[in-house]
């Protein structure tokens, strides 16, 4: 089982590389498990929309 910790490494990580599928599936079964991880995930997809539409405008 992957602990949160392991689990916000994945989520910015994915964010530079594509996860292989073995990550995927473990990440996918702790977001199923744990609240705090998918506030952090909405907050990751927040935070780059959110730098996107900036850098869009300028």
Same mark, same amino acid.
């Given at each position: /089982? /992957?602990? @949160?910790?392991?689990?916000?490494? !994945? /989520?910015?990580?994915? !964010?530079? %590389?594509? !996860? &292989?599928?073995?990550?995927?599936?473990? !990440?996918? =079964?702790?977001? /199923?498990? @744990?609240?705090? @991880? &998918?506030? =952090?995930?909405?907050?990751? $997809?927040?935070? %780059?929309?959110?730098? %996107?539409?900036?850098? $869009? &405008?300028?």
């Amino acid at each position: /089982m /992957m602990n @949160c910790k392991e689990a916000t490494e !994945l /989520m910015s990580e994915d !964010l530079d %590389r594509p !996860l &292989r599928w073995r990550e995927r599936v473990a !990440l996918r =079964f702790h977001l /199923m498990m @744990c609240g705090g @991880c &998918r506030n =952090f995930k909405d907050q990751i $997809g927040f935070l %780059r929309a959110a730098i %996107r539409q900036r850098s $869009g &405008r300028d």
